[in-house]
């Protein structure tokens, strides 16, 4: 049997990043695995309220990794400030296990959502598995790190076993990142084989864009699953075409639905207009056209950057309900509350795509970082690129504003994967580069 278990742990101390702004009045924080809001406003003087107000954090315990907060600049700091590693037991690194040469099958077979109280070694338990397999099909870094309402992926051994069987001699490593589909999110699927193989595929019957690197030897595949995609099976189809012949794969992937939730938007001063659905898909349709062209070269090199030194007002996914209505539609970036002229950084290198004035969006700007990956800013001040620019990350590329179909100054952020809004959240958290 070609299959070997293998866990992917990446141990290492975290570190606090400063950055004064330019008037000197506040600085940066980026945050950090293992750190909480508590923590952080300790280290600069604050109490967690103070510090939850200064960036318009509703709910303190609901902060990501890599999220930029404002924090009063301090003087006397001249260097990064340290905090304790608390993702490892020592404060010595310890290198990552590589797939370099080994077989990977890590495939989902049912799902557990988190709940209260739960730990990950009680959730193995009950499965039969240990808490290193649950880790790492999760794609799970830290296993003292999981939250009530989250989405586990159970691998099944008799699914990796009947894969086995179907996939070609000259696969050795098949492997879904993070190990789950999920409504609103991106899944990777990273493909190595031994002969140089032409693959090509469809996930729940529409076409997959395949990238072959390294003399058609290693092969990655990203999808991003729409918005309500309804939880349930769905196929997974490749053909695989080497110097052998042409084999085929199908196997039925589990989706699960994506835990968000709703709010209420008032608009005012007319633009309520712009709720006009022929307005919107006009919109979206431009969108679309902008985001249609794939891009072989991959700009990006790891994961995004935050876009602004703001807190999160509304994430992705949220159901909306305007002046009212139904909740009828979703929230399809995440909101960032700048106050107006803060400057928009680039996340990742790309080429500017969009500068446009739009009726919904504003003053919007599309960045296409290759790969079929796309980043957008919506609801600009200022926009300071034109298309065909090629931007670097941390180049900023506008101001945060408030025109076109908003409430108040803020940046809405977007990242399209393929044609489909994704959480673009998931990818300042995650890194889709191996």
């Given at each position: 049997?070609?299959?070997?278990?293998?866990?992917?742990?990446?141990?290492?101390?975290?570190?606090s990043?400063l950055?004064?702004?330019?008037?000197g009045?506040?600085?940066?924080?980026?945050?950090?695995?293992?750190?909480?809001?508590?923590?952080?406003?300790?280290?600069?003087?604050?109490t967690?309220?103070?510090?939850?107000?200064?960036?318009?954090?509703?709910?303190?315990?609901?902060?990501?990794?890599?999220?930029?907060?404002?924090?009063?600049?301090?003087?006397?700091?001249?260097?990064?400030?340290?905090?304790?590693?608390?993702?490892?037991?020592?404060?010595?690194?310890t290198a990552?296990?590589?797939?370099?040469?080994?077989s990977?099958?890590?495939?989902?077979?049912?799902?557990?959502?988190?709940?209260?109280?739960?730990?990950?070694?009680?959730?193995a338990?009950?499965?039969?598995?240990?808490?290193?397999?649950?880790?790492?099909?999760?794609?799970?870094?830290?296993?003292?790190?999981?939250?009530?309402?989250?989405?586990?992926?159970?691998?099944?051994?008799?699914?990796?076993?009947?894969a086995?069987?179907?996939?070609?001699?000259?696969?050795?490593?098949?492997?879904?990142?993070?190990?789950?589909?999920?409504?609103?999110?991106?899944?990777?699927?990273?493909?190595?084989?031994?002969?140089?193989?032409?693959?090509?595929?469809?996930?729940?019957?529409?076409?997959?864009?395949?990238?072959a690197?390294?003399?058609?030897?290693?092969?990655t595949?990203?999808?991003?699953?729409?918005?309500?995609?309804?939880?349930?099976?769905?196929?997974?189809?490749?053909?695989?075409?080497?110097?052998?012949?042409v084999?085929?794969f199908?196997l039925?992937?589990?989706?699960?639905?994506?835990?968000?939730?709703?709010?209420?938007?008032?608009?005012?001063?007319?633009?309520?207009?712009?709720?006009?659905?022929?307005v919107?898909?006009?919109?979206?349709d431009?969108l679309?056209?902008a985001?249609?062209?794939?891009?072989?070269?991959?700009?990006?090199?790891?994961?995004?950057?935050i876009?602004?030194?703001?807190?999160?007002?509304?994430?992705?996914?949220?159901l909306?309900?305007?002046?009212?209505?139904?909740?009828?539609?979703?929230h399809?970036?995440?909101?960032?509350?700048?106050?107006?002229?803060?400057?928009?950084?680039?996340?990742?290198?790309g080429?500017?795509?969009?500068?446009?004035?739009?009726?919904?969006r504003?003053n919007?700007?599309?960045?296409?970082?290759?790969?079929?990956?796309?980043?957008?800013?919506?609801?600009q001040?200022?926009?300071?690129?034109?298309?065909?620019?090629?931007?670097?990350?941390?180049?900023?590329?506008?101001?945060?504003?408030?025109?076109?179909?908003?409430?108040?100054?803020h940046l809405?952020?977007?990242?399209?994967?393929?044609?489909?809004?994704?959480?673009?959240?998931?990818w300042v958290?995650q890194?889709?580069?191996?």
């Open positions: 049997m070609r299959f070997v278990a293998l866990v992917l742990l990446l141990l290492g101390a975290s570190v990043v950055a004064q702004n330019s008037e009045d506040y600085g940066i924080h980026v945050v950090q695995r293992g750190e909480n809001l508590f923590r952080i406003a300790l280290s600069y003087d604050l967690t309220e103070e510090l939850a107000t200064l960036n318009g954090i509703q709910n303190p315990a609901d902060i990501q990794v890599g999220q930029r907060l404002l924090v009063p600049a301090q003087a006397d700091v001249a260097a990064p400030v340290p905090t304790v590693a608390l993702d490892s037991p020592s404060s010595t690194p990552p296990v590589t797939p370099s040469d080994q990977i099958i890590s495939l989902p077979g049912t799902t557990h959502v988190v709940q209260d109280g739960e730990t990950l070694f009680r959730i338990s009950a499965y039969g598995l240990t808490v290193a397999d649950l880790a790492a099909a999760n794609d799970i870094i830290d296993p003292t790190r999981i939250f009530a309402g989250q989405t586990l992926s159970i691998p099944n051994t008799e699914a990796v076993a009947a086995l069987e179907l996939l070609p001699e000259t696969v050795d490593t098949f492997y879904l990142v993070p190990g789950i589909f999920v409504e609103g999110r991106t899944t990777q699927l990273r493909i190595r084989t031994t002969l140089p193989t032409e693959i090509t595929g469809t996930f729940a019957d529409v076409p997959m864009v395949v990238i690197d390294n003399e058609q030897l290693q092969h595949i990203l999808v991003g699953t729409p918005v309500f995609t309804e939880a349930g099976e769905y196929p997974l189809q490749l053909l695989f075409s080497d110097a052998n012949g084999v085929e199908e039925l992937f589990g989706v699960a639905a994506g835990t968000y939730g709703s709010e209420f938007i008032n608009l005012q001063d007319g633009r309520d207009v712009l709720l006009n659905a022929n919107e898909e006009a919109e979206l431009l679309r056209n985001t249609a062209a794939f891009t072989p070269e991959r700009y990006w090199d790891g994961s995004m950057s876009p602004v030194a703001a807190g999160i007002t509304s994430r992705f996914g949220t909306r309900s305007y002046n009212g209505g139904e909740f009828d539609r979703y399809s970036g995440t909101d960032f509350a700048g106050a107006p002229g803060t400057p928009i950084l680039a996340p990742a290198p080429r500017v795509v969009l500068a446009d004035t739009l009726n919904v504003g919007a700007t599309m960045i296409d970082h290759g790969w079929g990956i796309y980043t957008g800013y919506w609801h001040s200022e926009i300071y690129v034109v298309p065909g620019d090629f931007v670097t990350t941390g180049q900023t590329i506008g101001t945060v504003g408030s025109t076109g179909r908003v409430t108040g100054a809405h952020w977007e990242l399209w994967v393929n044609g489909v809004p994704v959480d673009p959240m998931q958290q890194d889709f580069v191996w």
